[in-house]
């Protein structure tokens, strides 16, 4: 079984400074790590993805994530946050072995503030 | 990227009735189905996973027979709230991939409000 801690339910952030958002999952086995991101009565929109190779990953809308296994994280980051990042971000781990369900964190409200 | 729709975005109903979600997927094959549900300010849960052609496989705790999903071709699942209740108001989110991706992509969700 697998879990995925998002200890932070909500980040306020003044807009250009840089923000983290934090996960941290468990598994018995190797897995593929997401980030997604939700606006308010929409569906998900997949920010970026480790499946393998570099531990750094790079998303769309200038973020970025880092896989670290043996703190078992994958911290998703962006440099200078802008209003429009205002929104819900669920990091999600699947077993690639196990038809990819994705179970998800509690997420995280990415909230941007002038 | 790949496209799903998922329709209606939002319906009310009453008490008692019966409502249907379509999810389609526009332009690739969808093997492999999800149906997700989320309650307010909380996290997406799975509710169960259809393969196109065979029966899905619910979550536990998940009621087969209140919760009917078909996934009759490689485009298009639909989940069925049967005789639907206030406390099955939520947000329905389904997501799809096909064989061989990694990557599923999600439609935009549907508002049940059962009144």
């Known amino acids: 079984a697998q879990s995925v801690t998002q200890l932070d339910s909500q980040v306020p952030v003044f807009e250009e400074a840089p923000v983290e958002l934090r996960c941290n999952y468990s598994?018995?086995?190797?897995?593929?790590l997401f980030w997604y991101v939700q606006y308010p009565n929409q569906g998900l929109q997949l920010l970026l993805k480790?499946?393998?190779?570099?531990?750094l990953v790079k998303g769309i809308n200038g973020f970025e994530a880092e896989f670290n296994k043996s703190q078992t994280s994958f911290h998703l980051r962006k440099p200078s946050v802008h209003i429009s990042d205002t929104a819900e971000y669920f990091c999600?781990?699947?077993?690639?072995?196990?038809?990819?369900?994705?179970?998800f964190g509690t997420g995280t409200q990415l909230k941007v503030e002038l | 990227g790949a496209v799903v729709s998922q329709h209606p975005s939002w319906v009310i109903c009453k008490s008692g009735t019966s409502v249907k979600i379509e999810c389609r997927s526009l332009?690739?094959?969808?093997?492999?189905m999800f149906w997700y549900r989320q309650f307010p300010k909380q996290s997406l849960m799975l509710m169960a996973t259809?393969?196109?052609?065979?029966?899905?496989?619910?979550e536990q705790g998940v009621e087969k027979d209140k919760f009917l999903i078909n996934h009759a071709s490689l485009t298009l699942s639909t989940l069925t709230v049967t005789s639907a209740h206030p406390e099955d108001s939520s947000f329905y989110i389904c997501?799809?991939?096909?064989?061989?991706?990694?990557?599923?992509?999600f439609g935009q969700g549907t508002r049940l409000t059962v009144v």
């Open positions: 997501s799809a991939k096909s064989t061989g991706r990694t990557e599923a992509f």
């Open positions: 480790y499946l393998s190779g570099s531990t």
């Open positions: 598994s018995s086995v190797s897995v593929y």
């Open positions: 259809s393969n196109e052609g065979s029966k899905a496989t619910y």
């Open positions: 999600a781990v699947s077993d690639p072995g196990g038809g990819n369900k994705l179970t």
């Open positions: 332009d690739f094959q969808a093997t492999t």
